[in-house]
Antibody, heavy 116, light 110 residues
Framework: QVQLQESGPGLVKPSQTLSLTCTVS??????????WTWIRQPAGKGLEWIGR???????NYNPSLKSRVTISVDASKNQFSLELSSVTAADTAVYYC????????WGQGTLVTVSS | QSALTQPASVSGSPGQSITISCTGT?????????VSWYQQHPGKAPKLMIY???NRPSGVSNRFSGSKSGNTASLTISGLQAEDEADYYC??????????FGGGTKLTVL
């Protein structure tokens, strides 16, 4: 079955750009009609939907993050990525990638800390 | 968009039933049958338990059920077991083509 794995720097400095990649295995990222989604969870807090990329090329973003977020797909590597610019300590969280609507497949999550 | 409203905590004894509510608005829960529920154990990724209000994915126990009335969705767990102790989150599609989560509910099995 499909598996997802997040990767990227665990520490990002304030005002810089957070970049994460989700590698998909067990299935092609371009086959079928799927949503590829990023979700985050600050320590001890709830889940926050960041945004998604649909295989048609459509993207949707959380309005509260829209000005800072870009989600893109690299089909040649079977990966999709998250970029979040101008980060602050409030962006410190575990970041998850997920597939589907609803979110039926999740990565294990990766902790990103924003600190100087 | 505002987070959906869930109780912070619920509890029940083994064998009992509990219900977790998830209240939204006519722009999300009330207008779409795209409500899902997730179970999260400490340090683990969330797991889909219910989708499209009341459907269970393959492999999820039939002790878990979902429903919706107006702007409020509900998750019911019957025959509580110790392994059900976890955080539960609801999620809904919204009128602006985004998704929103509830604040989460901590279930304690007494």
């Amino acid at each position: 079955q499909v598996q997802l794995q997040e990767s990227g720097p665990g520490l990002v400095k304030p005002s810089q750009t957070l970049s994460l990649t989700c590698t998909v295995s067990g299935g092609s990222i371009t086959s079928g009609s799927y949503y590829w989604t990023w979700i985050r969870q600050p320590a001890g807090k709830g889940l926050e939907w960041i945004g998604r990329f649909y295989t048609s090329g459509t993207t949707n973003y959380n309005p509260s993050l829209k000005s800072r977020v870009t989600i893109s797909v690299d089909a040649s590597k079977n990966q999709f990525s998250l970029e979040l610019s101008s980060v602050t300590a409030a962006d410190t969280a575990v970041y998850y990638c997920a597939r589907g609507r609803p979110f039926g497949n999740w990565g294990q999550g990766t902790l990103v800390t924003v600190s100087s | 968009q505002s987070a959906l409203t869930q109780p912070a905590s619920v509890s029940g004894s083994p064998g009992q039933s509990i219900t977790i509510s998830c209240t939204g608005t006519s722009s999300d829960v009330g207008n779409y049958n795209f409500v899902s529920w997730y179970q999260q154990h400490p340090g683990k990724a969330p797991k889909l338990m219910i989708y499209d209000v009341s459907n269970r994915p393959s492999g999820v126990s039939n002790r878990f059920s979902g429903s919706k009335s107006g702007n409020t969705a509900s998750l019911t767990i019957s025959g509580l077991q110790a392994e059900d102790e976890a955080d539960y989150y609801c999620s809904s599609y919204t009128s602006i083509s985004t998704w929103v989560f509830g604040g989460g509910t901590k279930l304690t099995v007494l």
